[in-house]
């Protein structure tokens, strides 16, 4: 009887292995080298070198040849291409009101994606059911496009504090029932591929880096104001999250001594409890209802209710108490963010979020507060722009963030030492952990 085959052990790459076959896929990825010669040039490692890593990566499923190169005198090289579309990333942005899903190829190139109402307060199950429908109808939808494809990771932003190694939501105040809540274990138990959670406003900061205005930036500064209000930090190119996780929770610092307006979280002062979404929300049924604004007293008559959006349309109009209203949120938060300006130093500072992207009433506060109120050789070359990918900040972002770390050299090393596809993530066993950006 013939003896069964001994498995073959791994042998892992060393670190120098590694490091430059992450580079030679980093390179390729990017779009800098399309060629075995521009690889050299941009990495100086040597021809032998970069021919065994892209040999590697070939065997891997993440690259492969394309067309003749241009010819520098000699044989034309033949053009390298990143396998983009060997898999998909599954990503879905959870705001307070809404749910954004959507699948992108492995360079964040968005294929399908899907947007609807959904209250995050309905609890876990319900909220991550639908998430879950959605992620199955746009696969269908792929597939029936693009054929088989597999899914090689999920990326996942919640409207509130998430303790990212385990991607667990930590009491988060507008989330009744989902802190603890297994998010990460779920969705890899659904769909059979790694999972990260992360903060929305993370995402969002990560989605403008790697394909918004802050595209090429290092230092960067992404605040949030919708429902609520929070900040993404990006530090030398990383994203910042702190300890714990919880770094830019920018909505909870406080703003006032006065012990009247309680926020969400149950503190009183809090920048989100007098100038969020809500608050403004609250704000203007007030005025609505004392009669104070002819415009918004006509909305709650129709309507039953008075939002954020009401405000500024109203604003918009010439409506004196909501101009007030938005000048009045605008520098409340401006005052803050001058704060983190002169603290902080950063090159670009990103409005985005439902109330921010309502018109230009509410910027242009956030912007003379800050300029005013910042050191000036912190605002010397400080530019304050409004988000350029909008409400897709996040979804692209929380796809960026799973790319990052599948294309981690950890994760690299794990490819090529089991000699084992890419495209098979029950079989890259690398414990989960922050993108390396």
């Not at 050789?377 to 530019?383: C, G, N, P, V």
Request: proline content about 6%; charged content about 20%.
């Amino acid at each position: 009887m013939q003896e069964p085959k001994t498995p073959r052990t791994p042998t892992v790459p060393s670190p120098e292995h590694v490091d430059s076959l992450a580079t030679v896929l980093d390179l390729v990825r990017s779009g800098a080298a399309r060629t075995r010669p521009e690889i050299s040039r941009h990495s100086g490692l040597g021809r032998t070198v970069v021919t065994q890593r892209v040999n590697q990566l070939t065997e891997c499923g993440l690259m492969e040849e394309g067309a003749l190169g241009p010819s520098s005198g000699g044989r034309a090289p033949r053009e390298l291409r990143f396998r983009a579309r060997a898999g998909v990333i599954l990503a879905a942005e959870l705001g307070a009101t809404s749910i954004g899903v959507g699948v992108t190829d492995l360079s964040g190139t968005v294929l399908a994606e899907r947007e609807e109402a959904a209250d995050i307060a309905l609890g876990p199950d319900p909220v991550l059911d639908r998430v879950e429908i959605l992620f199955d109808e746009l696969l269908t939808e792929i597939r029936a496009e693009h054929g088989d494809v597999a899914v090689w990771g999920i990326g996942i932003g919640l409207p509130g504090p998430v303790e990212f190694a385990t991607g667990r939501p930590s009491a988060p105040p507008i989330m009744p029932g989902w802190d603890g809540y297994p998010v990460r274990d779920r969705l890899t138990a659904r769909f059979g591929a790694p999972v990260w959670v992360d903060n929305e406003v993370n995402t969002m900061a990560l989605g403008e880096l790697r394909a918004g205005s802050a595209k090429g930036q290092r230092d960067i500064l992404y605040v949030k104001i919708g429902t609520g209000i929070g900040a993404g930090l990006v530090s030398g190119g990383r994203l910042h999250r702190g300890s714990q996780g919880c770094a830019g929770d920018i909505g909870h610092a406080a703003v006032n001594d006065e012990a009247t307006v309680v926020c969400r979280c149950g503190n009183t002062g809090c920048l989100e409890a007098y100038a969020g979404g809500a608050a403004l929300a609250r704000d203007g049924l007030a005025a609505a209802q004392e009669g104070r604004s002819e415009f918004l007293a006509g909305v709650l008559e129709s309507t039953g209710t008075v939002t954020a959006a009401d405000i500024s349309r109203a604003a918009q109009s010439g409506d004196r108490t909501s101009v007030e209203l938005l000048t009045r949120a605008g520098r409340l938060i401006g005052s803050l963010l001058a704060t983190l300006v002169s603290f902080y130093n950063p090159a670009l500072v990103i409005i985005g979020g439902g109330v921010a992207a309502a018109g230009d009433l509410l910027l242009a506060a956030v912007r003379e507060s800050v300029y005013r109120r910042s050191l000036p050789l912190a605002t010397r070359e400080l530019r304050i722009a409004r988000s350029t990918l909008s409400d897709r900040a996040g979804l692209v972002g929380a796809a960026f963030m799973v790319i990052d770390e599948l294309f981690a050299p950890e994760r690299l090393a794990h490819w090529v030492a089991a000699g084992s596809p890419a495209g098979a993530p029950e079989l890259v066993d690398v414990p989960l952990r922050a993108p390396l950006l």
